[in-house]
């Protein structure tokens, strides 16, 4: 008797998950708010099915884009938008937050960084954060608060920035970009290593611009929960609305390489940003430290130091890529922070005007 009780119960509770799997699979499928977005399947059904872990989920979003256009619906409740025309209405202070979770998502990519506890934190820079107390908030800081510190000065501040010289270095470095290079070391010549004047080299700042737009060093999801309706019109013409709570996201990686704001996209050609007037797509489409509330706080400081160093190096070195350096060792990976697949680069380096093999100095980045 007690045991066809169990039977029974068990047989009632498989057959209520298997309603529930059901129930769910169709309301997303057919009756969601987002079942008209296009998208892969599976990702109707399956959370997180755009995979974090792989280290190339900004490549797959790019290609999805390219199959289903401006809107995929990559969650049951999440849609993953490429028009850079809606990155600043998104990222407005009234249209969404940042949602909670967003640096425990950070934690699983960076768990060297940011795997702190009360107990531990003292091992890690982000102690201070947790035992001290902000004279603003008047207490001290809860543990997500402390990891949004640690975040600014271990992995926002020095990451970012030194990706962005590195891919700068290595596209200069290209035989193809030889003539890139040369212009350049002119420009510099011409002028004090002083950042207020290097603020003002059109040719530097329309190389770092470039950089940044190939080689976004937040690469990955930014993502953010929609406090009101947005309005989307699908290529078919169809209208949807995605409702609050919704979450969407762009990419730097995705809208940076849009064929409409940035001709053949995956050319490194600094001369495209010479060519516009501030208010062009090319200008509203860029967006490497983010807008609104939560755009970057460092990003003053970021823009001195890559003006100052790819200033002063190309001023007083020659760079020529290293036979040892392929193409897939420069893949970007999207750990949300880009990281380079080989995880070094090598160059060989001259002073101007020496390019005999005997004066040339390897040297391996980082
Ligand atoms: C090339 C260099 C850099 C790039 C491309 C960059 C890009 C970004 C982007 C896109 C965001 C927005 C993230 C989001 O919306 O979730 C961000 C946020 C942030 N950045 Fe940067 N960043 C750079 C350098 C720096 C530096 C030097 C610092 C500090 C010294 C810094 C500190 C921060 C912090 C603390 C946030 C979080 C802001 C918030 O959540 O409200 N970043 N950065």
């Known amino acids: 008797m007690a045991n066809e009780l169990v039977i029974y119960t068990c047989l009632a509770l498989a057959t209520i998950a298997c309603v529930r799997l059901v129930y769910t699979y169709a309301y997303n499928v057919y009756l969601h708010p987002l079942r008209e977005v296009p998208g892969p399947f599976w990702a109707k059904v399956i959370t997180n099915y755009i995979s974090h872990g792989s280290g190339c989920r900004a490549q797959n979003l790019l290609r999805l884009h390219k199959a289903f256009g401006y809107y995929v619906r990559i969650g049951p409740n999440e849609v993953s938008i490429a028009d850079p025309d809606l990155y600043r209405t998104i990222y407005s202070q009234t249209t969404s937050i940042k949602p909670d979770t967003f640096y425990q998502a950070a934690k699983m990519n960076h768990e060297h960084i940011f795997s702190l506890s009360i107990e531990n934190a003292n091992n890690y820079l982000a102690g201070p954060f947790v035992y001290g107390k902000d004279n603003y908030l008047g207490r001290g800081l809860t543990n997500d608060e402390a990891l949004e510190e640690a975040m600014g000065l271990a992995f926002a501040g020095s990451g970012t920035t030194a990706t962005t010289i590195l891919y700068i270095i290595y596209q200069l470095s ?33 190389i770092i611009n470039e950089g940044m737009r190939l080689h976004p060093a937040i690469v990955g999801s930014l993502p953010r929960t929609l406090l009101e309706s947005l309005e989307i019109t699908l290529g078919t013409g169809l209208r949807v609305i995605l409702p609050p709570g919704t979450t969407v996201c762009m990419q730097n990686y995705v809208h940076q390489q849009d064929a409409l704001a940035y001709p053949d996209p995956d050319e490194f050609r600094p001369e495209r940003w010479l060519e516009q007037p501030s208010s062009s797509k090319a200008s509203q ?58 995880k070094k680069l090598v160059v060989e380096v001259t002073k101007p005007g020496i390019e005999t093999a005997s004066g040339n100095a390897k040297v391996e980045f980082p």
């Open 285 to 342: 489409a860029f967006t490497p430290f983010s807008t609104g509330s939560r755009n970057c706080i460092g990003q003053s400081l970021a823009k001195a130091e890559i003006l100052l160093a790819v200033g002063c190096i190309f001023r007083q070195l020659d760079f020529q890529l290293s036979g040892e350096t392929t193409p897939g060792d420069m893949e970007m990976l999207d750990l949300f922070a880009a990281d380079i697949s080989g």
């Open 174 to 206: 290209h035989s193809e970009n030889r003539g890139i290079q040369l212009k350049l070391r002119q420009e510099l010549q011409r002028a004090p290593l002083r950042l207020i004047e290097l603020r003002n080299l059109v040719y530097l700042n329309a």
